[in-house]
């Protein structure tokens, strides 16, 4: 199992500050993405690095339903985004775009930036450490577009 | 056992007689909306990763253009034109600078009882009209649109029992910023906020969807106000029926009931950056301001418009304001015309802008500078939400805002 680098961020964190407004009408998410967190951390998108994962605090991902916002951010290579919470559209365009969600109550408060964490997306678990986290499984429907890589490839599959 | 109104108008859009909260069901969705936010990026998916692209019920469809209108740049321009291609080809109705979407769909298309998908947050809104307007992302609305279906989680309902008046001088806009100042941002994360009882009666459809249209801030799935011969007058009067006005069972269960008497709220702001940071005009230390904003799916309807006229009339905007007023919609737009209220508000020195999301949507009109402050009546406040990152923003009430354009100051 890779490890993956912590990027950290608090409680509260809105889609304006994962991809502001100004950017979501350009051509696709690649032309978006290097202006990620830009609000927070002007040189977020070119530290990011493939396989690095988000930690944040309570309401991840709240205000607007633009799916820009974790679009945005598997186009960086963000393999998860680890929360305490996250806001519903928010949770719910991660699993259409194939981005793993996973909610975990603990993990915050005793990892920071830059950590080393080691993520079973199949286990549902987290290992930071000696310590082993378990987090909140997904209901059956998400869990099955997830591991078909998003909702549109649950469509082009006939799933319905 | 009983159900809540958004649980029954689940149970008709999946077509059974009982659901009950944390269920989840396919739905058939009686309408789609989708905006120039994401619009664009739907119809690249549309046309380049669909094995069989196709539209289950182009009636069910309509794309509104309002966050961008007109276009600010060409790679703008751009993504208008292939929503404008895209609508023509498939012959999907398209509205192009007539309004911000949610005014849009309440005046033409929303009828009580609906399920609705909006691809934009603030489609909660439509619980004014006892609808179930909720928020998506493109790939959900692209779902839906190609097989005419979509999955819910069946959300627990909160209820919020109102009574009484709201004061002279205090709005729904005080109320809804107030509860969500007491519940929290999340405070409602993926649950229905109904609203019921005779002091949600007394609001005017306007009020109501005021109120429905924060629900989101609150994380809300929906925001419901109780239906009742208000509801049937508004949709009949604009030429549609008024069938299916659910109200709760009265064994209906809920995950909690608040009870707000209107006559106890107050005049307040949402100081930057956070919807739930609330606080009592009259406890604010003067704020001063370089520009004010009337308008937005919140609060840019003809009441607000006349708050301000009535409150600007012989009066000047101060010297060292912007005012920027964007009536909702053109028919909103148009009765101020009517009324007199833009005449009043171009006298005093206001901008008035075509009607569109504008300042509240922070890309097209009326962007602030850094370490600006701007008080508005749009729906958020979030960190750069109008402009540059260092910039503030303060939600308040139409009144609070056009005494702020007057004097310089957010102040009681």
Redesign the interface.
């Given at each position: 199992m890779s490890k993956s680098r912590v990027w950290k961020f608090h409680n509260?964190v809105?889609t304006?500050?994962i991809i502001?407004?100004?950017y979501?009408?350009?051509?696709?998410?690649d032309e978006m993405k290097g202006y990620t967190f830009?609000?927070?951390d002007p040189d977020f998108a070119k530290k990011a690095q493939a396989g690095d994962v988000i930690v944040a605090g309570?309401?991840f991902g709240?205000?607007?339903?633009?799916?820009?916002a974790?679009s945005v951010l598997k186009a960086l290579g963000i393999k998860a985004v680890v929360a305490k919470?996250f806001?519903?559209?928010f949770y719910?365009?991660a699993i259409?775009?194939g981005l793993p969600v996973i909610i975990c109550k603990d993990l915050y408060d005793d990892v920071n930036e830059l950590d080393e964490v080691e993520l079973d997306l199949l286990a549902g678990s987290i290992a930071f450490g000696e310590k082993e986290y378990t987090c909140t499984k997904l209901?059956e429907?998400m869990q099955t577009i997830l591991n078909t890589g998003?909702?549109?490839n649950y469509?082009?599959n006939g799933e319905? | 056992m009983g159900m809540t109104i958004g649980e029954k108008i689940i149970a008709r859009a999946a077509g059974v007689s009982e659901v009950k909260a944390g269920d989840i069901h396919t739905v058939t969705l009686d309408r789609l909306m989708s905006n120039d936010g994401t619009t664009h990026l739907t119809i690249d998916m549309y046309n380049n990763q669909l094995k069989n692209p196709k539209i289950a019920d182009k009636d069910k469809i309509v794309f509104i253009m309002d966050h961008n209108v007109p276009a600010e740049n060409p790679k703008t321009a751009q993504a208008h034109k292939k929503m404008r291609d895209f609508a023509k080809e498939n012959d999907i109705v398209l509205y192009e600078g007539k309004g911000v979407c949610h005014q849009i769909m309440v005046e033409d298309f929303v009828c009580p009882g609906e399920l609705i998908f909006g691809a934009d947050s603030h489609t909660c809104t439509y619980g004014a009209l006892g609808a179930f307007g909720t928020g998506v992302g493109c790939t959900d609305l692209l779902y839906a649109m190609v097989t005419g279906n979509s999955w819910v989680l069946v959300p627990e309902t909160i209820r919020f029992n109102l009574t009484g008046k709201l004061p002279e001088g205090v709005y729904p806009r005080d109320l809804i910023l107030t509860i969500i100042g007491d519940i929290g941002a999340n405070g409602a994360n993926y649950k229905i906020m109904e609203f019921a009882g005779e002091g949600a009666h007394n609001l005017s459809i306007n009020d109501r969807l005021v109120l429905c249209n924060l629900a989101v801030e609150a994380g809300a799935k929906t925001g419901i106000v109780e239906p009742d011969e208000k509801v049937v007058e508004y949709v009949e009067a604009h030429g549609r029926k008024a069938e299916n006005l659910f109200v709760s069972d009265e064994d209906a269960v809920f995950e909690k009931v608040y009870n707000y008497d209107l006559s106890q709220i107050k005049p307040v702001v949402a100081r930057p950056d956070f919807v739930d940071d609330v606080i009592p005009l009259e406890e604010l230390e003067p704020v001063k301001i370089d520009q004010a904003f009337l308008g937005s799916c919140n609060n840019g309807r003809i009441d607000e418009l006349r708050i301000a006229a009535k409150l600007l009339k012989g009066k000047k905007v101060c010297e060292d304001v912007r005012f920027i007023v964007a009536p909702a919609s053109n028919a909103v737009y148009l009765q101020a015309l009517e009324e007199g209220i833009i005449d009043i508000l171009m006298e005093a020195g206001a901008m008035v802008m075509n009607a569109n999301c504008s300042v509240c949507w922070g890309s097209c009109q009326g962007v602030i500078g850094e370490n600006e402050v701007l008080i508005s009546t749009g729906t958020r406040n979030f960190k750069g939400r109008a402009g540059h990152p260092s910039s503030k923003v303060y939600l308040g009430s139409a009144e609070t805002v056009t005494r702020a354009a007057i004097t310089g100051y957010i102040q009681a």
């Open positions: 509260d809105d304006d500050q502001a407004s100004q979501l009408l350009l051509p696709n998410i830009e609000s927070l309570e309401n709240c205000g607007s339903s633009r799916e820009q974790p919470s806001a519903r559209i719910r365009n259409n775009v209901p429907l998003g909702l549109i469509l082009n319905v | -």
